[in-house]
């Protein structure tokens, strides 16, 4: 009696897609490396003249959504702050947007709108 079957399965892996895996990493690797290395290049303005020529008028939030003109301690309401800005602020000058950690981000949107709608020219910075 022969117990012995003709039909044998092969415990073998197949190379070929490993191989297929391994190249394909290794260009995907080299060509983000050469990527990573290029870099990008970025054309930084260079200043024009000094900045002292120009006006800066300081928009400062406090924590309770309060503003304030150039360091004034009178609270301004959001709706006259687009006029007193309008008063103050001249052709060349550059609008300076001052907020604190604790304030509302709405009240930083209206005066970058605001910006925005006059063509001001802004800068946004941190609390001093």
């Known amino acids: ?9 092969k415990m073998e892996g197949g190379m070929s ?4 895996l391994v190249f394909l990493l290794l260009i995907f690797f080299i060509v983000i490396s050469t ?3 290029a ?7 260079k200043s024009g003249g ?7 008028l300081e928009v400062n939030i406090n924590d309770n959504n309060e503003y304030f003109i150039n360091e004034k301690k009178q609270a301004i309401r959001s709706e006259d702050i687009e006029n007193k800005i309008l008063q103050n602020i001249g052709k060349d000058s550059i609008l300076s947007l001052y907020g604190t950690a604790n304030s509302d981000w709405e009240a930083s ?5 605001l910006a925005k709608h006059n063509n001001f020219k802004l800068v946004m910075n941190s609390e001093k």
């Open 109 to 113: 949107v209206f005066i970058i709108d």
């Open 17 to 20: 897609t490993m191989t297929d």
């Open 50 to 56: 000094s900045s002292s020529d120009k006006k800066i």
């Open 1 to 9: 009696m022969n117990f012995r079957s003709e039909n044998k399965i």
């Open 35 to 37: 990527l990573i290395t």
């Open 39 to 45: 870099g990008v290049n970025i054309d930084v303005p």
